[in-house]
């Protein structure tokens, strides 16, 4: 792999100014200075060229002197607005300069041989002024390479409340739906999308998260996406369903265009109740509102396909929206302001009773709209190549001991498009793995923590039976006995198992509140390694006495060779190959003589082999 670097400016030591061009480019990246020609920088660039040499770079590539992709990455978490704000326009006009840089031939310039590939910004709780959402709607929409953003939301004041109602909207709107105001096109908003965003919750208001998961749900660029705290203590039964409604309407609905693939939610409560109220949102594919909100109190799924609502309608530019609050929808005063649509927009009719319409604007939540003639469509009912593939669930405390029927259930509602699941578990959920695989058909990647699972001898056997393809297992305190963990270890060793055929990566860990790897574990899991020829990596966590007794026998199966294809061999290596066995200059060579069909046969099966990666950390 090429070399990389990651250049971290952390606010404790970025003072007002610091992230100014003059004292960033021309220091770091890009004027030309004395020190450039001093010996310590003439011989790191002579060792460049040697490193780059015996990375199999050409000669002719060296002397242009090939691109060093590095990161960037700003912690700017506890400013005051007014300094963030600062450092925001500074750094946009500092990017601005790198991002034309990188356009350039360094060579020629004499530049440092640097190439941006990402950026990281995290700028923590703010408070989402119309002044400094403009200055990261426009950062982060500039066309930069942004892998993480991350912020938390503040609740608003009752001076701002509109004011950040406004603002808050139209950076999500932008940013996450890259639906840009008027001025900024599309391919803009877009090529400048985050590919990973960071959200805490624990100070957000009801019509925040509203609107961050009505921009969620229409997603056009951002990937992996992490949400903290969302579920607070204080939270009501009614409003703990309010919220699980809204992520169902983000992350798990069928019909959905939403770009979000991976998720991350943490401390989430599960209750049976909040099951029901997901399984209404699911089935009527629609945010919470005052009808669902009946059907969940009165659990009547019996005509509940009466309520699904999927049709869209075309609203054209400069159609008047009034923005409607969650905690005064139902005392007629949630009327607070308007917003103008920016652009003809097909958006989903989630109510059309009466003389309006209410619709989901991402970005702002539901929305009241005169009723007028509108045109209007059925939404896609299924879009499998969009949507959720891998969610991280940290689980909660359950009071109750029904906590694995809830969890079952829930998995049931939104489990089978997934790939990989994660849960952590801090209450009980106990759930078997037929339960999981049956609920999730397409997982390949799992991973468990304290989750209690229920005939956890069965663990292979249920994975035989439901003909589950794991690749990627991870098992850290979900075992009681050692035994247990034997009987796993001996299925992998068994070529003609179902776990054996298709895992590819374990990690197993265990603490006295489940039970440790012990000596007995380490034997079975050292024989497993001697029949099990399709096993990349193994991760285990033990004792430091067991780590000693047992370091050289583990050592032997670390590095060894797998007859395992890692990567094909690319095509210009299969050409070069080809040019010296079929070329004229070696008309006379033995290799000559191959047969067509055997030369076939090496082009399609040339590979690099996988190497086997066995690693120890000490279990507390």
């Not at 001991?401 to 998995?411: M, N, Q, S």
């Not at 397409?442 to 690749?471: H, S, V, Y």
């Not at 247990?484 to 990690?507: D, K, N, R, V, Y």
């Not at 050592?555 to 079929?582: D, Y």
Request: contains cysteine; aromatic residues 8%.
């Amino acid at each position: 792999l090429d070399p990389r670097f990651r250049f971290v400016f952390n606010e404790k030591f970025v003072e007002p100014g610091a992230l100014s061009s003059a004292a960033v480019c021309k220091q770091f990246f890009v004027t030309v200075s004395a020190q450039r020609e001093s010996d310590d920088y003439l011989e790191a660039r002579r060792s460049l060229k040697k490193l780059q040499t015996a990375l199999g770079k050409t000669r002719r590539n060296v002397e242009a002197v090939q691109p060093i992709p590095f990161e960037l990455q700003f912690e700017l978490l506890t400013l005051p607005d007014e300094i963030l704000e600062t450092h925001l326009r500074d750094l946009n006009a500092m990017l601005g300069i790198l991002q034309a840089n990188g356009r350039g031939d360094t060579n020629s310039s004499g530049l440092l041989p640097l190439g941006l590939d990402s950026i990281r910004l995290d700028v923590g709780g703010v408070n989402m002024s119309w002044s400094l959402t403009q200055r990261l709607t426009s950062l982060l929409s500039s066309g930069l390479p942004f892998s993480l953003f991350a912020f938390s939301l503040k609740k608003a004041t009752a001076e701002n409340y509109v004011q950040m109602q406004e603002s808050v909207g139209w950076f999500l709107r932008t940013v996450l739906c890259g639906q840009g105001r008027v001025g900024q096109s599309l391919a803009d908003a877009e090529r400048g999308g985050v590919d990973t965003l960071s959200v805490g919750c624990h100070d957000c208001d009801e019509w925040q998260f509203a609107a961050l998961c009505s921009a969620l749900g229409s997603a056009s660029v951002t990937k992996h996406l992490r949400l903290y705290g969302i579920f607070g203590m204080a939270d009501t039964e009614e409003t703990r369903r309010w919220k699980w409604q809204w992520l169902t309407y983000a992350l798990f609905r069928t019909a959905t265009e939403s770009t979000v693939e991976r998720a991350l939610i943490t401390a989430a409560q599960l209750t049976r109740e909040d099951t029901l109220a997901i399984a209404v949102a699911i089935h009527v594919n629609s945010p919470p509102t005052d009808g669902l909100s009946k059907i969940t109190r009165e659990e009547n799924m019996l005509n509940i396909r009466d309520w699904r609502r999927d049709n869209a309608g075309h609203f054209l530019d400069g159609t008047e929206f009034m923005l409607i609050d969650p905690d005064q929808e139902n005392d007629g005063g949630g009327r607070l302001s308007s917003i103008f649509l920016e652009t003809d927009s097909w958006l989903h009719i989630v109510s059309d009773g009466g003389d309006h319409f209410d619709v989901v604007l991402p970005g702002f939540g539901i929305v009241r709209a005169d009723k007028l003639p509108i045109e209007q469509r059925l939404a896609p009912t299924d879009n499998s190549t969009l949507g959720l593939k891998a969610l991280t669930l940290a689980l909660g405390l359950h009071f109750g001991d029904d906590g694995g029927e809830v969890l079952t259930d829930f998995l049931n509602l939104i489990g089978t498009p997934l790939r990989s699941l994660a849960l952590y578990a801090v209450g009980s959920y106990p759930i078997s793995m037929a339960s999981i695989s049956q609920a999730c058909p397409q997982l390949t990647d799992l991973f468990l923590e304290g989750i209690q699972l229920i005939n956890p001898r069965d663990f292979c056997l249920d994975i035989e039976r439901t003909k589950a393809k794991l690749k990627c297992l991870g098992l850290v305190n979900v075992f009681t006995s050692s035994e247990q963990i034997t009987h796993l270890a001996e299925a992998i060793a068994s070529p003609s198992s179902q776990i054996a055929l298709h895992l590819s990566e374990l990690g197993l860990s265990g603490s006295e509140a489940s039970c440790t790897i012990d000596d007995a574990n380490v034997r079975a899991l050292l024989t497993m390694l001697k029949t099990n020829r399709k096993l990349m990596y193994l991760s285990l966590g033990m004792s430091p006495e067991l780590q000693t007794k047992y370091d050289e026998a583990i050592q032997q199966h670390h590095g060894e060779s797998l007859p395992v294809v890692q990567n094909k061999v690319p095509i210009p290596a299969k050409t070069a190959f080809l040019s010296a066995v079929r070329g004229q200059e070696y008309q006379s060579s033995a290799s000559n003589s191959l047969d067509d069909a055997v030369l076939s046969l090496i082009l399609a099966l040339a590979a690099t082999c996988a190497s086997r990666t066995v690693t120890i950390h000490y279990d507390d």
